[in-house]
């Protein structure tokens, strides 16, 4: 078995090999699909075929003036042995948002979704079965025009790779530890914040490292303009859950262009819903959360992304003090909604919200189709796990 990218397994027993601890997008597929889009021609049809390196011209406008935007989604295998994409229209729909921030060719979400479901198709051996695993998809857009004018360029490919992956990055679900980030922000308002452009991450490394260095996981955003209300995380969009009388209150910070806007997320936000659990889109000042923490009002606190998936968030560094959240461990509430949102991505309870979109062999995609009645096995339960 190897770990380059795009070597792929060299056989049936190192693919079950990998399937059962993938990790996070150490082993690709070996499979690729690229849409080209061109200012004469528009854009291409999918064309699926091998892992290959990208033969790109040093002055290529993408690599020195930023525009690149990409996605992250999943296809899941149902217990009957299907394969499903999550949301792709909505991650589609969201790359073409990205992409039209940076004055970049908006690709058609249909167009994205046929480019996910023909390579879920070629790799779909590689979609593991256990509970929380999936095929991970990460399309790139990028502009391939050599030219050192500052404009927007007039050809870009889109290459989606294929990855088989645990969730949360392999961690297993193990609380985070974040930091508030004194020095610096990641995004202002009009700025490019909500848009999952390449620059935004590279822009969070530098405290991110410095922040895992000092024992952390990831740097909990503050705003850009006074660092009073919390935003995100680096990689993950971020829940509250709030004692409220007997009962629990969400809120998560308001999409107001400073933050991914996760379709992780907004899954929960409908999710929480369906459970009775009032959740609302709602500005947390970073003083709110410590003295929540403090007097035991603030019960727990959530990550969510699609690599991420629901993971809880144990301890917070604020102001030079760390404070542990509850006990420290998850809550009952992460992980109702982190089952409730696994649950419906593996076809074990009624996609009733139409976020399912199977994929058959050919990659012609049949929307919705996966049976629920598969009986419910505890989480960590599937094929290989
Ligand atoms: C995802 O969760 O899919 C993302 O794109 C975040 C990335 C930093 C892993």
């Excluded at 889009?37 to 020195?64: E, F, I, K, M």
């Excluded at 948002?97 to 590689?126: I, K, Y």
């Excluded at 995609?365 to 598969?374: E, G, M, S």
Aim: charged letters at 25%.
């Amino acid at each position: 078995m190897s770990d380059k990218p795009g070597s792929g397994a060299s056989g049936p027993t190192d693919l079950q090999d990998i399937l059962r601890a993938p990790g996070f997008c150490r082993h690709s597929t070996g499979h690729t699909a690229v849409v080209e889009w061109d200012a004469d021609t528009g854009w291409s049809a999918p064309a699926v075929g091998p892992y290959a390196t990208l033969p790109l011209d040093p002055a290529t406008l993408g690599l020195h003036y930023g525009q690149a935007v990409f996605e992250g989604l999943k296809a899941f295998r149902g217990e009957d042995g299907s394969v499903s994409l999550f949301r792709p229209d909505d991650h589609g729909r969201r790359l073409a948002r990205s992409a039209e921030r940076l004055a970049m060719a908006e690709m058609p979400a249909d167009l994205f979704t046929r480019a996910c479901a023909q390579l879920v198709a070629a790799a779909e051996e590689w979609v593991p079965g256990g509970y929380g695993q999936s095929l991970y998809i990460r399309p790139l857009l990028l502009a391939t025009e050599a030219d050192l004018g500052l404009r927007p360029s007039r050809r870009y490919r889109c290459v989606f790779l294929a990855y088989p992956a645990d969730p949360c990055f392999g961690s297993g679900f193990r609380p985070l530890a974040v930091t508030t980030a004194t020095e610096t922000v990641r995004a202002v308002r009009g700025g490019t914040g909500e848009s999952k452009c390449a620059g935004n991450y590279a822009a969070s490394l530098l405290t991110r490292t410095r922040a895992q260095a000092a024992g952390y996981d990831e740097v909990l955003w503050l705003d850009g303009l006074d660092r009073r209300r919390v935003e995100e995380l680096s990689t993950m969009n971020v829940f509250f859950v709030w004692r409220d009388g007997d009962g629990s209150r969400l809120t998560t910070p308001p999409c107001e262009g400073t933050i991914v806007r996760g379709l992780t997320r907004d899954s929960l936000l409908t999710l929480a819903g369906d459970l009775g659990l009032p959740a609302v889109q709602e500005p947390t000042a970073i003083d709110d959360v410590v003295d929540g923490v403090r007097s035991g009002r603030l019960a727990e606190m959530f990550a969510c992304g699609t690599a991420g998936v629901v993971v809880a968030v144990g301890r917070i560094g604020a102001g030079g003090e760390d404070l542990t959240v509850g006990d420290g461990r998850e809550g009952p509430v992460t992980r109702r909604l982190r089952t409730a949102l696994l649950d419906v991505q593996h076809g074990r309870t009624p996609d009733k919200h139409g976020w399912l979109l199977r994929v058959g062999a050919t990659g012609a995609a049949h929307a919705h189709v996966i049976p629920t009645d598969a009986p419910h096995t505890d989480e960590g339960g599937g094929r290989n796990a």
